[in-house]
């Protein structure tokens, strides 16, 4: 945030850890946005460096996402050079913000370690890695504030579907009791090829083949995913200090397409709801097959859609929902938390 | 704005135009979050005045809700006083900040020159009355502008569902260039209670019973209050120029309960649906009756309830609704528009 190119224009200077497809479709966003950017939020985004399991890109003067996406279309390799360790970028790259990226491993590490070592390096953390936020959440909010660091995290509940942005901005006087959300698209839609008479490994190949599941969908269809976007959830909006293996939950593995028809034969869907609830004994979470009437909210949570109430003390029950939760969705989320940081308020 | 009671509170004095139960839930919302508005948003709301069409309240050096509402309720009128005439209240009260929760108008007068009037004496204003927004948006947003004043508006569309807030805070980056909703709870009332085999007076009277519809429902069924929030919608997010009279409207006036239970053998649902759209055309907007698929997420909009999709550029589809939207909802909105001004950020 030092080299002004134009009048009112802020550079601020990126770095990045993990480039699969949400990276390259976040750098799509900004060269794409990027007149918009300047114009109405007044920021340029340089890239100053990338850490990959395989390659690397370091430029301590930084790159406009453009220019970075035309050097790494034309490169032989995925990136510009040889792979550089994470640690490394982080203490030489110089950039004001680390974007976290990388891959959910149970425990949040090494992820919360970079966290932390970008706090101690003077960068601001947008992380859509949910490990960190499900596992090191007050810790590494402390070691942000102590550092005098801001933390977002956006994109890890539900992609771009604006979560902690909603609480901050819009229910900023509510005390917020509970949630419930359908937020795992795989197995809500395995769910639903049972239901179409598709067996369970056909219904997972057939996610598989629509893009919605991964070549080992263990940590969706076993609740994992989920239960981390609980923890995330508990631990910042209802104050709770838990991590995943705190959260109770139901696999979609034994499931038989005979149960999500008899539910609908009852006029009801079947769900896995990843809910939260305060009360007096404290926080209670769960991952949990359920049985929703078909006038819920939640129902209608198809496809790549995820969705989630937040049970409110003064505005009542508030429903969010994204449509499509593609990598595009979880590329914005970066760029929304970015914004909420250095643009213009 | 000027007396701090303790370290770090700050003293904002409302007047209010209008005290019906929007205004008095208003106030007692005030009363029992007053402590946490003081700790954790350092802020002390203080009642300066209040105009009703009957009587009236003034005192400049202002009084905390919970001691006004003391005083209304032992008080033999409404309020403490006679009537005091709006511009009157506006010259003298010396409040930092105007809530307009007048009753909506055809024309959106007399609010919004009274919300002019208020920009002139040093006021910002928080309108829950469409009318000023419908209306006269462009109008006012320069006023406010060149008298270096903010305006918000967070309850005329959907009451204090996040709306404006998600647009301003959480979809920053975003191009909207559409919506739709359905946004009035009473012609969503009468189109199920068709469904369920009552006569359209009936429908209305039972809606009536149910607290939905006012004594003259007219504005609803014929679709005027969702037509001024298309028109604020259109105004606000859209960039139109437009007024609730531009908009086409469909009333529930002529729907028989079979149109509703065709449209339900046939797997549909008849809903209202405001909406707007932008195109290089330019604007196109309608409050129309609508067969909608199951799977629509606005087909769970029931009873209360008040729900809206925006179509983005970078963010695809966003839903967003309100599950219960009661007067308490409504009042929200004007503390979270209060907060928006004046909180911490």
């Known amino acids: 945030m030092t080299r002004p190119t134009a009048p009112h224009i802020l550079d601020v200077k990126l770095c990045m850890l993990g480039f699969g497809s949400v990276g390259r479709t976040f750098l799509a966003m900004l060269r794409d946005t990027e007149e918009r950017l300047a114009r109405e939020h007044g920021l340029r985004f340089l890239i100053c460096g990338i850490s990959t399991r395989h390659s690397g890109f370091l430029d301590a003067t930084g790159m406009t996402a453009g220019d970075l996406l035309g050097i790494v279309h034309v490169g032989r390799d995925d990136l510009c050079g040889p792979a550089v360790p994470a640690e490394e970028l982080i203490e030489t790259c110089g950039a004001d913000a680390l974007i976290e990226a990388t891959v959910l491993t149970p425990g949040g590490q090494p992820a919360a370690e970079h966290i932390e070592a970008a706090?101690?390096?003077?960068?601001?953390?947008?992380?859509?890695?949910?490990?960190?936020?499900?596992?090191?959440?007050?810790?590494?909010?402390?070691?942000?504030?102590?550092?005098?660091r801001r933390w977002r995290f956006e994109g890890t509940v539900a992609d771009g579907m604006p979560v902690f942005d909603l609480v901050e901005n819009c229910l900023r006087s509510c005390r917020i009791h509970g949630f419930e959300g359908i937020l795992n698209?795989?197995?809500?839609?395995?769910?639903?090829?049972?239901?179409?008479?598709?067996?369970?490994?056909?219904?997972?190949?057939?996610?598989q083949r629509e893009g919605f599941a991964e070549a080992d969908p263990s940590h969706d269809i076993d609740?994992?995913?989920?239960?981390?976007?609980?923890?995330?959830?508990?631990?910042?909006?209802?104050?709770?200090?838990?991590?995943?293996?705190?959260?109770?939950?139901?696999s979609v593995r034994d499931v038989t397409p005979e149960q999500v028809t008899a539910a609908r034969a009852a006029g009801r869907r079947l769900c896995v709801v990843a809910g939260g609830r305060l009360d007096d004994d404290g926080v209670h979470t769960g991952v949990r097959l359920t049985e929703l009437p078909l006038d819920h909210p939640l129902t209608t949570i198809h496809g790549s859609a995820l969705g989630l109430i937040?049970?409110?003390?003064?505005?009542?029950?508030?429903?969010?929902?994204?449509?499509?939760?593609?990598?595009?969705q979880t590329a914005y989320a970066v760029l929304a938390d970015l914004l909420a940081l250095y643009g213009r308020h």
């Open 185 to 207: 698209a795989t197995t809500n839609f395995i769910l639903e090829a049972l239901g179409d008479g598709r067996s369970f490994d056909d219904a997972v190949a057939h996610a």
């Open 310 to 328: 937040l049970h409110t003390d003064l505005m009542g029950d508030v429903f969010t929902a994204e449509l499509h939760g593609e990598v595009q």
């Open 223 to 250: 609740g994992l995913d989920a239960a981390c976007k609980v923890a995330c959830l508990a631990n910042v909006v209802l104050g709770a200090a838990i991590t995943p293996d705190d959260v109770p939950r139901d």
């Open 119 to 148: 706090f101690r390096h003077g960068m601001d953390v947008v992380t859509v890695n949910k490990g960190p936020v499900a596992w090191h959440f007050d810790h590494l909010r402390r070691k942000a504030e102590r550092n005098g």
